[in-house]
């Protein structure tokens, strides 16, 4: 009598058609008397189906995660549309509650005068952006359009209509322990939010509170085993910088940190907000919620959107109001602001080298 | 359900047939942020999103390829339809009694149970079977069976002194993973009742 081996290599053999004539003559004889043998054949024949099954489908997925990796910068390149304002409009951006008159107001003008005052609404609302939003998704979707083109003439338009739901912009951490700053409008209707950067991978965020009139939003990561981030280099500057003085900023404006530098142009931003700076850097959608810090690398300020009308006036938003608004917030002591000295007396690179650790690309499904 | 379907769906569907990367690369591209937004929307990470986005990719792929293969749908509605039947298994894998409902924000097309729902749930009871067996038993086995390795390789990959000893392991391992992969397979089989019963 054979071994429970033995008789476990005949049945391989015998499924992979390997016995010679003589064994198969004996087998076959052998497997009509015993029920047991047929069905441990049958056993090994799903087991090796499965193998098979699980070779082929595993081929099939690597040439489909190839695929989802060529894509995969298309997917995700819908940078969140900067605050985009327009300058010569006889709306404008007044802090807290009195805007809320002026979106109320604004919005019975639209029954009124109907379509001339509809871009007047639009942007009363402080909904300009969506109209920039708008305008990004129309661009995707051509691309779409295009590249459909090039394979097969003449798709039917209905299947290209791509929702896109994806944003992107940027954010930075502000403690160690996982709270992350961003705007407002980066975040707006977010049903998942992730950061990433090269150093902390990918990892989920949910909105802790957000000021819409100041355009400002709390992150903190949702990951269960969440290690912390690395040192908060920079300290959050309290007084106001003046005109003339060196900025940067680091952001996402694609899948890569960038770096922007310029210098602070007034101590107000859109049409005398005294919430926000202009500043001379040129930002890109994705930029919004980037960090701005001063030459000795003190957080001055979050990059919020940009004058349209006006080349190189970006705004950003004040640390003071920052530092006001967390205060208010900060009951219970969870945030704790950060007042490191490790940028100053550096180099503008060694800077940077620091800071790219808790600067973040923050993206929203919608 | 049963409308005409677009002249340039029946052309990207026979493109997809004869094996063209390019036009899966498109209906891939086209098509993500409809499945993984459901996904998102009905309790699933990003990660489990994509993986289930990629599992609808493999079986739309392997229902092309089958004899008399027909296509009443758009290819979208289709995939959303996949897709979202790929979730609620994967949620009903995770906890028998879900009872929520889901958030659809497609119209969908009811699947009929196939033979990829046989594959795919070989594939997923293989996978978890050999995620189980740990190694060296994994690597041995996905290497002689899979990879086609011969039994020389593997005694000399892994060290074993002779060929003997190395078909003993194999022997062993197979076992293992046998006992496994039909414990998995005979027990997490979700049947197309238990889906629609909700």
């Not at chain 1, 700076?277 to 994705?286: A, F, R």
């Not at chain 1, 979050?302 to 917030?329: C, H, L, M, T």
């Amino acid at each position: 009598m054979k071994n429970s081996r033995e008789i476990d290599e005949i049945i391989e053999r015998y499924c992979f058609g390997e016995l010679t004539p003589e064994e198969l003559r004996i087998f076959e004889q052998w497997l009509e008397n015993d029920p047991q043998m047929l069905a441990s054949v049958n056993d090994f024949l799903s087991l090796k189906n499965a193998f098979e099954n699980y070779r082929e489908r595993l081929a099939l997925k690597k040439k489909i995660e190839r695929i989802h990796e060529e894509v995969e910068y298309d997917l995700f390149n819908a940078p969140a549309p900067l605050k985009v304002v327009k300058s010569g409009k006889a709306t404008k951006v007044i802090f807290g509650k009195e805007r809320s008159y002026f979106s109320i107001a604004a919005a019975i003008s639209i029954f009124l005068l109907s379509a001339v005052s509809l871009s007047l609404w639009i942007f009363g609302n402080g909904s300009s952006k969506n109209q920039n939003a708008y305008r990004e998704l129309r661009r995707e979707v051509e691309k779409i359009k295009k590249n459909q083109k090039e394979i097969i003439k003449g798709i039917n338009a209905d299947d290209v209509k791509g929702e896109l739901k994806q944003f992107t912009g940027t954010g930075f951490a502000i403690t160690k322990d996982g709270y992350v700053l961003t705007s407002y409008h980066v975040v707006q209707d977010a049903k998942q939010i992730y950061i990433s950067n090269e150093s902390v991978g990918q990892l989920q965020a949910e909105v802790v509170y957000s000021d819409k009139s100041l355009d400002l939003a709390m992150l903190k990561i949702k990951e269960d085993s969440f290690p912390g981030f690395k040192e908060i280099p920079f300290a959050l500057k309290k007084s106001i910088s003046d005109p003339g003085e060196k900025v940067f900023t680091l952001g996402f404006p694609r899948e890569d940190l960038v770096f922007g530098d310029g210098s602070i142009s007034s101590y107000t931003g859109f049409e005398g907000d005294t919430t926000a700076y202009q500043i001379s850097i040129p930002v890109n959608p994705g930029n919004s919620g980037g960090p701005l810090f001063d030459n000795q690398g003190n957080l001055i300020g979050i990059i919020s959107g940009k004058n349209e009308s006006v080349e190189g006036a970006s705004f950003a938003v004040k640390s003071k109001w920052i530092n006001d608004y967390i205060n208010s917030k900060n009951d219970d002591n969870a945030i704790l602001l950060p007042a490191n000295k490790l940028l100053i007396g550096v180099d503008r690179a060694t800077q940077i080298k620091r800071l790219k650790e808790v600067v973040f690309m923050v993206r929203v499904f919608n | 359900m049963n409308q005409v379907q677009p002249v340039a769906e029946i052309q990207v569907l026979e493109l997809l047939q004869a094996g063209d990367d390019k036009t899966l690369k498109v209906v891939y591209r086209q098509n993500y942020q409809t499945v993984v937004s459901f996904i998102l929307n009905n309790g699933g990470s990003l990660q489990e999103a994509k993986d289930t986005y990629q599992e609808t990719i493999i079986v739309f792929c392997e229902k092309l390829k089958q004899d008399g293969f027909e296509l009443n749908c758009s290819i979208k509605t289709f995939l959303y339809s996949i897709g979202r039947r790929l979730w609620l298994k994967q949620l009903k894998r995770k906890s028998r009694f879900t009872t929520e409902e889901l958030n659809d924000s497609e119209d969908y097309l009811p699947i009929e149970e196939d033979k990829t729902d046989e594959r795919e749930e070989q594939f997923y009871a293989m996978n978890q079977a050999l995620e189980q067996l740990g190694e060296p038993c994994r690597s041995i086995l996905k290497d002689f069976y899979i990879n086609g390795n011969s039994m020389e390789e593997i005694t000399q990959k892994f060290g074993y002194t002779n060929a003997d000893n190395a078909k003993n392991q194999k022997y062993k391992c197979l076992k293992r993973l046998k006992k496994s992969f039909f414990e998995v397979f005979n027990n997490g089989l979700v049947t197309n009742e238990e889906l629609q019963r909700d």
